[in-house]
């Protein structure tokens, strides 16, 4: 009796098993759930702040200095394991200093073979010479650069968008002693100057970063910016619910953005000019903070998605 049993039971659980795997397999194939991360939500803060510390570490970054060079293969290496394509933009200038050699550093995606880029984000990744103090400008270029790399991350992961961008991080934006159209922005003036002579403009816009991670944030775009993009930049912080931290300055900026504006390409440079240690050896890490690179990257991205590129493929 207990054999006989034993083999009921069995013979039970083979048909209760076969029953539930016939169950299953009517059952429609289930596709995989797409994910549903916005492009601004998968922006990091605290990635952008863990690259301007690297920044930061190597200590003053003026033209030609070998703290410069550091930055530069740094920016290189991390653009280069984002999936972008560097391409080293060498020259040299006469300054107030004689000549000195500059190198931009321009990134593109390799999808970029087909499509041509169509705008720019930018920032300046020098700090400008002192000879009486220790300057490593955190937020001045430390926290464009750093914000302009994870940007650089975050739009790795989308080719079909990536290859609507050129990326340009410009050496030689700090003036050795005035701005003039001599001295100070040496990398955008030769950059925009290369262009020129390019014929037609291939890029509609562009953003320039710079100075973003005070803690106390407070972006004021210069009063000459171009209205549209202004517009379009509110509107985005305004769809994130960040629209407080974005104003206009009650006067214009000589920055990165002028010699690409000058050829006709409408470039809005996102800065926060209210800053109380702009040019000061108090200009260190400990004054950003990650949610204000987090604000800034997010609204770009939402501006580039929603706007700048709207007609873009995001994948």
Known sequence: MRSAFSFLKQLNLFFSVSLVFAFVSTLPAQSPQPSQTKLWEEFSGEKAL???????????????SDALEKSRDYVDNQLRLAGWQVTRQAFTDDTPRGKVRFVNLIGRCPAQAKT????????HYDTKTFDAIRFVGANDSGSSTGLLLELARVLGQHPNLAAKIELVFFDGEEAYEKFSETD???????????????????????LLFDMVGDRSLDVTLPADS??????????????????????????????????????????????????AWWHTADDTIDKLSAQSL????????????????ANTAQK
């Open 294 to 309: 987090q604000i800034v990257g997010s609204v770009a991205l939402y501006y580039l998605a929603e706007s700048a590129l």
């Open 50 to 64: 863990a690259h301007v510390q690297r920044l930061v570490d190597f200590g003053p970054r003026p033209p030609g």
């Open 184 to 206: 100070g922005l040496y990398g955008s003036r030769y950059f925009a100057k290369q262009l020129g002579r390019g014929g037609p403009k291939q890029f509609r816009g562009g």
């Open 226 to 275: 171009p209205a549209g993009m202004v517009r379009d930049i509110f509107a985005s912080a305004e769809a994130l619910k960040l629209r407080s931290y974005f104003t206009y300055l009650d006067r214009e900026l000589i920055d990165d953005h002028t010699p690409l504006n000058a050829i006709g390409i409408p470039t809005l440079d996102v800065i926060d000019f209210d800053f």
């Open 116 to 123: 041509a880029p169509s705008f720019l984000l930018c920032s």
